[in-house]
């Protein structure tokens, strides 16, 4: 997991001819300034010779080293303003063997060169190497460049921090840390880049107390710099802080709020996905559950989210912070888009909505419909709920939901589906609302029957409240019935007179 922090591209410290050549003034303002400051520090200062030109021999096989690795060719590509056409572009085709053949000859001849003409040799077959991936024969060009006394600063600082990252590519932590030290030691000006570097060598290493201030350096130098600090740095300075939550090193309270401001930095200048669910696991961790459900809802509206956990976590929390309406909005949406899933035994790819119809998931969506007063869409999405639920509490409340509806008979058959599965957890309730519904149909016999079957239970909230519906219809059937005789009484009187 630590490994992807370090990743970097290194540098090459290829020269051109042209660089190569004129190295030897830079080379000097560099001594010079480079003997100033260890002067200043009291360091023991390397000894350099004032100038730096190659052999004329050397430098005619160095051109024709730079020539073959410039080489370029011609193709042909098509033209992307007018179809059908082609346009001619240049493009690189290094010849890497007529290079080889020509620093071969060099090597061959080494004890003839000058130092400083060994160390333009050896920093061409770096390069080569690299380019092939042969990394431990590219370290060992620029071992051996590192060991030419008339090595130019330009050349031996470039090769030191070129050797310092082949080490951490192969993982040789320790000795990539001390050639990045020692290359800061060496050069006028430290870079942002170098102290990332440093920070991810530190990483890999577990020392995260070294590793999390170098990062902080690299930002703060990338701001003198006058550029925005990379992505990976952020990354890698959040990751720096978990670690050291973990290790109790720093108070889980100070590494939330270091990480809340690094992915606040990450969503607005870097916005993926997995940025904005850090931060917004950082606020649930905080318990900022306002801020939890904002940042969500901001990636749901950048539409990155994918996973079912995602969108019934959203679904959830605008439910908890009376919003209804966007949470059915939301779990809609997951059940409209379309992600693809890989078969991990036959490697065959499929498109399936990210919400299947799940019990759980349907179940959600009509709480949201009908918290939101919308019970007509409530009502098919809680039938098709009850059809795979196996309890029986499912139908009791679309039984509700159909009573609430005036569809008695709708909420009856619902009830009694439920009251026939083994788990419902409350069937007095249940038999309350059957009642109530057969009651609206004026079936007051059947509402007696359920009514009084409620009441036999030990709550008393519920015992009570059947004994008053049990009243309650023995009044209306009276009442009922009174009215029946009345109109019956007042038909006959109409039809006497008549």
């Not at 606040?264 to 917004?280: C, D, G, H, M, T």
């Not at 509402?447 to 009243?471: G, P």
């Amino acid at each position: 997991m630590k490994k992807l922090f370090l990743y970097f591209s290194i540098p090459l410290t290829f020269f051109s001819l042209t660089t190569v050549l004129s190295v030897d003034i830079v080379a000097q303002q560099e001594i010079d300034r480079s003997d100033q400051r260890q002067q200043k520090a009291g360091k023991s200062n390397r000894s350099y010779k004032k100038a730096r030109v190659l052999q004329s021999s050397t430098a005619k096989k160095i051109v024709k080293v730079v020539e073959a690795l410039e080489r370029q060719k011609t193709i042909r590509i098509p033209d992307p303003e007018n179809e059908g056409k082609f346009i001619e572009k240049e493009e690189d085709d290094p010849d890497w063997a007529e290079a080889k053949l020509i620093l071969t000859e060099l090597l061959n001849n080494r004890s003839e060169l000058k130092s400083y003409d060994r160390s333009v040799m050896w920093n061409y077959w770096g390069y080569i190497y690299f380019s092939d991936e042969d990394y431990d024969q590219a370290m060992y060009a620029y071992e051996q460049l590192l060991m030419e006394p008339e090595a130019t600063v330009p050349l031996r600082t470039a090769s030191l921090l070129t050797l310092a990252q082949l080490n951490l590519v192969k993982e040789n932590y320790d000795k990539g840390i001390s050639l990045i030290l020692q290359w800061m030691d060496e050069v006028e000006n430290v870079t942002a880049q170098s102290y990332y570097l440093l920070a991810s060598a530190y990483f890999q290493k577990d020392d995260f107390v070294k590793s999390r201030s170098s990062m902080e350096e690299a930002i703060r130098l990338a701001d003198e710099e006058g550029y925005r600090p990379r992505e990976n740095w952020y990354v890698l300075l959040a990751a720096c802080f978990s670690e050291l939550k973990e290790k109790k090193i720093i108070s889980a309270s100070f590494a939330l709020e270091q990480q809340l401001g690094i992915y606040e930095i990450l969503v607005n200048y870097y916005p993926k996905k997995q940025y904005f669910l850090s931060l917004a696991a950082t606020y649930q961790q905080m318990d900022r559950d306002e801020d939890y459900m904002i940042t969500l809802k901001a990636a749901y509206d950048k539409d990155m989210l994918d996973k079912e956990a995602e969108y019934l976590s959203l679904a959830q929390m605008l439910l908890l912070k009376k919003n209804p309406y966007w949470a059915a909005q939301v779990l809609v949406a997951g059940q409209q888009k379309k992600v693809i899933i890989k078969d991990e035994e036959t490697d065959e790819e499929e498109l399936v909505p990210v919400l299947s119809d799940k019990e759980k998931t349907l179940k959600l969506l009509a709480d949201s419909w009908r918290m939101a007063q919308e019970i007509d869409k409530a009502i098919p999405v809680l039938e098709k709920a009850a059809k795979i639920s196996k309890d029986g509490d499912t139908y009791v409340l679309l039984g509700n939901l159909y009573l609430f509806e005036d569809r008695m008979q709708e909420s009856i058959k619902a009830i009694e589906n439920g009251l026939k599965k083994p788990k419902v957890t409350s069937r007095s309730q249940a038999l309350l609302v059957l009642g109530q519904a057969h009651f609206e149909l004026q079936n007051f016999d059947e509402a007696k029957k359920h009514f009084r079957a409620a009441a036999r239970d030990e709550n008393k909230r519920i015992k009570k409240t059947a004994n008053s519906w049990i009243k309650y219809s023995e009044n209306e059937e009276i009442r009922v019935k009174n009215l029946a005789l009345r109109r019956d009484f007042i038909q006959q009187s109409k039809s006497k007179k008549s």
